[in-house]
Every structure is written in structure tokens, then in C-alpha cells.
């Protein structure tokens, strides 16, 4: 049955909050997250090939001149690159360039492909903290780390036990919790003994005090170094001085999390190798990743001489911060896996990829453990969640962008891997990232964009939806119900109670966005795909105050409701064949059909 909307008086006292509530406005104002759904076959988009091409040409030019527009491009490595879509099976664009001396190499593969095994180093802290979760969940997050490891509450050996508690020199464990650990705000150190310089022979020539033999690290110093087993390591770290305090600031650690493996077995009562292969690898059918090196050397790319040590270097119980090993087809496996919440329930995935703190960087959040990297995208801003690991004679990355339910790897290997890797991955995102927005958006108008009507003609109700170019989401126009147009009535809505602007007119931006809601599928394949609508006032000034600047959009969604339903509560229902068939501005009561 038809509702028709009535504004009383009453109702503009809601009104302003329909806007964000300052005289300026931060334009393309929208709400953090994807702008349009996931594209579902974005390989086949022009722009994605396009961009394809234009990356394979920067990689080649770099490989031909040493160098590219984001830095040089050492020449002395090999490499294998993955980008993923969880929408599509095979992947959306792969590189693989071998340096020459790999066919010469006296073990491992001849010549880098997908299923080449690289050490990935700290992306084994993302796997680590991902099998957690999968085994606990984060119902603990909150406990503190004694709670499940006894040996942190030993008294620090370096403290005088008749001396009083010194929190610059002692490590307050109990304020620390299984989530500090997980997302680098523990304060804790960053290695037990790993490069500890009194195991070097010639500290006094770099200015330290001579070392006596007791004080030389006997295990975890280096590659050549037995690792420490779990005695050994607490024997040594809780000697460790702390960074900052608990929950301060980010503080980059690889023990914590040998830590947050520590915690999980004492939860499970199973060694941590147990559960990474029963939690990761035997449910995603995984045969090139492992927390320790392979059985069989054949599918690594390895080196030679002193780069093999990178290899086969045991890491011990330190392996579950850096030590595993993987190959780009099967990071593909493990990022489409988190992506979809393959592994876990969706709401925990949601909650594991986001920030726990920033960093003194505008562009840069930590999370557990991701790295997340802000960038804009047209006008929209996207985060990108990261983690990157250096180990040696490796560097790696994974990243994954759910707004676009794609991810990508770059596994390198060689002289000069970091540098590469840095480079390597600023080229994918540069090229894919306005490419894949494309792609978004075309689908989105495919199924999307056209006019909708009340199937009662007398109604005189309709609304079209339609992309822009150069305005995110779905933009809405001719929006009338009941012989109203629904938008100059929101624009006077907001003049009467804000005020004209100094232009004396109003312009009224009405776009949908996705919320991350839909049904499951019906019997006849139709599915119901939840909206919300965001209104701009374009007409504002551009805010550039400290405050005023901020969108304030996410404050005022769901603000004007009418019997309970908000004005920018939208579904849309989708076909069989995945196109839209009507609209449900709900707040109206009344679904419009494409015509």
C-alpha cells in the first residue's frame, strides 16, 4: 500500500542533520568504503586491460632500463607478481621474470613461475595472526598476555629484586593483551638476540665496550645461529628493556608475535605448527606454503653461496613472525580466502580489517597486523590493507582492497629485493586501482542505471539512477513520489533551516551507496541488495578549516525518518540474469520497476 511522506513543520528540526552541519562543504562527501558493489569480472573491462598492458610495458622498461617513474629498478633479482580478483578464478594479471643466474642454480626451480616458493618473511605475521582467529576468534583480544604465558610474570633478571618496580626499565606485562600483541601496540622489543652486534668479533671497532663471553647471544644472533628454543628465548628477552608503554604508539616487534603463538597454544592446548597447517593450509588445500622451510627444496627459488643461507636459515619459534614460506599462486588462495571470510564468520572479518592506530603518517594505520596504506582514487578514498615482509635475500607483499574484492603479491628474490618490491608495488597500484574503479562503475551502471515507475500510474511516482564519471556511487535524479520531487523539496528543507547559501541556491547531490547488506539469493535467483543515500549540498564553499574540512557524512545518515524508516533507506532487487529490476525508496513504502 501507498505511504505518502508528510513533512510537518516539526520535521525541520531534523532536517539540518540531513547535512552535514557546517556553512562549507567537503565535496564528494561520502561514507568510507566501496562506492559501487565488487566489480565481478573486472579482467574483462577495458580499463583494467588497458592497464595491464601499460604495466606489463613499466615493467619490461624497467627491466630494460634499470629504472622507472617510482624509483630505480635493480636489475639482480627475480620475481613472480599475482593480482586477484575474488570474483573470477584465474588471475587478473601475473609477471614472472627470472634473473639469469636462477637457470644455473645448483637446487631449486630453474625459472620463477606462480607456484615458485619464495620466503615471504613478516607476512608470516598476517598468517599467524589469521590462524589465531580462526582457532580463538578475537573474544580474547582484551585479556592480558600473562593470563596464558606464566613465564612473563618471572622477575626481570637485570632488575635488583630489592629494588622497586621501574616501568622505564621493566616491561609492564600485565598491561599488555593479546590484541597489543596482534597489532604492533604491545611497546615491546623488536628481537630477542637477531643482530645483536655482541655477537659480532669486531664490536669495539663501531665504538661498544668490549664483550666477555657471557654476554654473546648463544642462539638466534643470525642465520648461522642455532634458533633458541622457548627456555633460551625468555631467558634472554625478559631482560629486554621496554620501547614505550603499552597502547602509546605503533612499535614494530617480530617477538610479539612469538607471543601471540605462545598464547594460542596454551588456548588450544596444540604446538602452533599444528594448527597452521590443520587451520590454513588443510582447509585451502595450500601445498606450497609452510611455517618452516620445505621437506623439498625443488620448487624454491633459493640462490647461491651466501643467499642460501636465507633459505634454509630455522628461525625456531621466531618463524610464526617471519619464517614461512609461499608462492604467489597460493597468496592468491590466502587473500581471496580472507576476502571472501572463507575462514571466518564475515563480521569478524570486517572487524579484523580495520585500524587499531595511526602512525605519524596521514596515509598510513596499523592494524593486526596490517599495514594500511590511505590513497584516493579519483576523489574517493581507499584503503589498501597491507603487510610487507624483508627477510634477507626476500621481500614480499600482500595487499588487499576490499573495496574492489581484489588483492595482489609481489615475491621477489635477489640482490636488491626491497627496493624492487617498493617500486613493484607502487606500479600495480597506480595502474590498477583508477582502473578497477572504472570497472566498478561501468558494472554498476550495466545493472543499475535507468528510470524507475510506480507499476500505479496515478501515483505519479518515479526516480533515476544513473553513474557519473565524475561522481562516486549511484547517482540519483527525477526523484518524485506523489507528483513531488522529492529533492527541491529536501533542497527548501534545507534552506529553511540553514539558510541560503551566498549564491542565494542550493544544488542537491542525491547518490546510493552500497551498505554491505543483501539477501541470500531466492529459489527464482532474484536478490534483494541493501542502500543508503547520501545528500551534498554542491552549492557550499569548499571547507578548508581544521574542523569544517572533515566530511561529516557518516553523522548524519539515518537522521529523518518518517514511522521509522529513514529517507535514505534504499534496496534494490536484482534479476536473475543480475540486473536490477526495482527500486524500494522504503521510507515511501512503494517499489518502483525499471521501466
Given at each position: ?20 552541519s ?10 568510507l568504503g ?6 565481478q ?23 630494460q ?37 636462477v ?6 626451480v ?27 576468534g ?34 609492564s ?19 630477542n ?50 620501547v614505550?608503554?603499552p597502547?602509546?604508539?605503533p ?36 601445498t ?20 642460501a643461507?636465507?633459505?634454509?636459515y ?28 572463507t ?25 593486526a ?5 590511505r ?6 578514498l581507499v584503503?589498501?590493507?597491507t ?12 595487499v ?18 626491497t ?12 595502474a ?32 533515476t ?12 535524479s527525477?526523484w518524485?513520489?506523489?507528483?513531488t ?49 547520501t545528500?551534498e ?33 534504499f ?25
Open positions: 500500500m501507498y505511504t505518502q511522506l508528510l513533512l510537518p513543520l516539526s520535521s525541520l528540526f531534523f532536517s539540518s542533520t540531513l547535512f552535514p557546517s556553512a562549507h562543504a567537503f565535496q564528494d562527501c561520502l561514507l566501496a562506492k559501487y558493489q565488487a566489480p569480472n573486472p579482467s574483462k573491462n577495458p580499463s583494467v586491460t588497458a592497464a595491464k598492458f601499460s604495466l606489463a610495458q613499466q615493467i619490461q622498461q624497467g627491466l632500463n634499470g629504472s622507472s617513474a617510482y624509483g630505480p629498478f635493480p636489475s639482480q633479482n627475480s620475481f613472480s607478481i599475482d593480482v586477484f580478483s575474488v570474483n573470477e578464478a584465474d588471475s587478473i594479471f601475473s609477471y614472472y621474470h627470472s634473473h639469469p643466474s637457470a644455473n642454480a645448483t637446487s631449486g630453474k625459472k620463477a613461475d606462480a607456484n615458485t616458493i619464495y620466503r615471504i618473511g613478516s607476512i608470516s605475521k598476517l598468517f599467524t595472526v589469521f590462524v589465531f582467529l580462526v582457532e580463538a578475537d573474544a580474547r583480544w582484551n585479556d592480558p598476555i600473562t593470563r596464558y604465558i606464566p613465564e612473563l610474570l618471572a622477575p626481570n633478571k637485570a632488575q635488583d629484586s630489592s629494588q622497586p618496580y621501574n616501568p622505564v626499565n621493566q616491561v606485562w600485565s598491561d599488555i593483551t593479546i590484541g597489543a600483541l596482534a597489532s604492533q601496540m604491545a611497546g615491546v622489543g623488536r628481537e638476540s637477531l643482530n645483536d652486534f655482541a655477537a659480532g668479533n669486531s664490536t669495539t671497532a663501531f665504538g661498544f665496550p668490549p664483550v666477555s663471553a657471557g654476554d654473546v647471544p648463544a642462539c638466534g644472533a643470525s642465520t648461522l645461529s642455532p634458533p633458541c628454543n622457548r627456555k633460551a628465548f625468555f631467558d634472554g628477552f625478559l631482560n629486554r628493556h621496554p614505550v608503554a597502547f602509546s604508539t612499535i614494530y616487534s617480530n617477538i610479539a608475535y612469538q607471543l601471540l603463538a605462545y598464547a594460542l597454544e596454551s588456548i588450544s592446548k596444540r604446538p602452533f605448527k599444528d594448527l597452521f597447517q590443520d587451520k590454513l593450509v588443510k582447509p585451502l588445500n595450500l606450497q606454503t609452510s611455517l618452516t622451510k620445505p621437506s623439498n627444496d625443488s620448487m624454491g627459488l633459493i640462490g647461491e653461496g651466501a643467499n643461507n636465507w633459505w634454509k630455522d628461525m625456531g619459534d621466531e618463524g610464526t613472525a617471519a619464517g614461512a614460506y609461499s608462492s604467489s599462486s597460493e597468496m592468491a588462495a590466502i587473500g581471496r580466502a580472507i576476502l571472501k571470510s575462514l571466518l564468520p564475515p563480521a569478524q572479518t570486517r572487524r579484523w580489517m580495520k585500524p587499531h592506530s595511526h602512525t605519524s603518517s596521514l596515509t598510513l594505520s596499523i592494524g597486523p596490517w599495514e594500511i596504506v590513497t584516493k582514487v579519483g576523489n574517493n584503503d589498501l590493507y603487510k610487507i615482509g624483508d627477510i634477507g635475500f626476500y621481500s614480499s607483499a600482500l588487499l582492497i576490499p573495496d574492489y574484492d581484489v588483492g595482489f603479491s609481489v615475491l621477489v628474490a635477489g640482490g636488491q629485493p627496493p624492487l618490491r617498493a617500486v613493484l608495488t607502487d606500479m600495480i597500484a597506480q590498477l586501482l583508477p582502473a578497477l574503479d572504472s570497472a566498478a562503475r561501468s558494472e554498476a551502471d550495466t545493472t543499475y542505471s535507468g528510470r524507475y515507475v510506480s507499476a500505479i500510474p496515478s501515483l505519479n511516482s518515479s526516480i539512477l544513473s553513474t557519473d564519471s565524475g561522481k562516486a556511487g549511484l547517482v540519483v527525477n518524485v513520489s506523489n507528483g520531487d522529492i529533492i527541491n523539496s529536501l533542497n527548501d528543507l534545507v534552506i529553511t533551516s540553514k539558510g541560503p547559501t551566498s549564491g542565494g541556491t542550493r544544488r542537491l547531490n542525491v547518490r546510493l551507496l552500497p551498505n554491505n547488506l543483501q539477501s541470500p539469493q531466492s529459489s527464482n535467483g532474484t536478490q534483494e541488495i541493501g542502500f543508503r543515500a545528500f549540498d554542491t552549492s557550499a564553499p569548499d571547507a578548508t578549516g581544521i574542523f569544517s574540512r572533515n566530511c561529516g557524512t557518516w553523522a548524519a545518515i539515518d537522521s529523518l525518518i518518517f514511522k521509522g524508516v529513514a529517507i535514505d533507506d534496496s534494490i532487487t536484482l534479476g536473475s540474469d543480475g540486473k536490477a529490476v526495482n527500486v524500494f525508496p522504503k521510507i515511501f513504502g512503494v517499489r518502483l520497476l525499471k521501466s
